[in-house]
């Protein structure tokens, strides 16, 4: 810590920030603490799903069966409380966005 810090001083710096709060909703995480937890564990956010999975979800069969397709993703949990008016988004497009 600074000596102004601790003094009680207060500094008038143009390039002093402060931090006062942070928020996140990470795939596999839905705070900065769950995130930072995941980091230490090494725990993999990346979900990888089966052809029948992905089949089962809605996804056309040619799509998947090509060899570029990479049959995993990083979903957001609680997509569902997304508010898409508050952006301008229809339900439609919402419901078709990649996070």
Known sequence: MNEAVM???????????????MA?????AESI???WTNLVEGVEA????????LIEAGEAPHLVD??????AAA?????AAFDAEFFG???KEAAIMDP
Not at 9 to 19: E, G, L
Not at 24 to 28: D, E, I, N, V
């Open 7 to 21: 003094s009680g001083v207060a500094t008038d710096s143009a390039t002093d920030i402060a931090i006062v709060g």
């Open 24 to 28: 996140a909703h990470l795939p596999g």
């Open 33 to 35: 603490a769950a995130y």
């Open 46 to 53: 990346i979900r990888h799903y089966s052809r029948d999975a």
């Open 66 to 71: 090509r060899p570029d397709y990479v049959p």
């Open 75 to 79: 979903p957001l949990d609680g997509f």
């Open 89 to 91: 988004l229809s339900p």
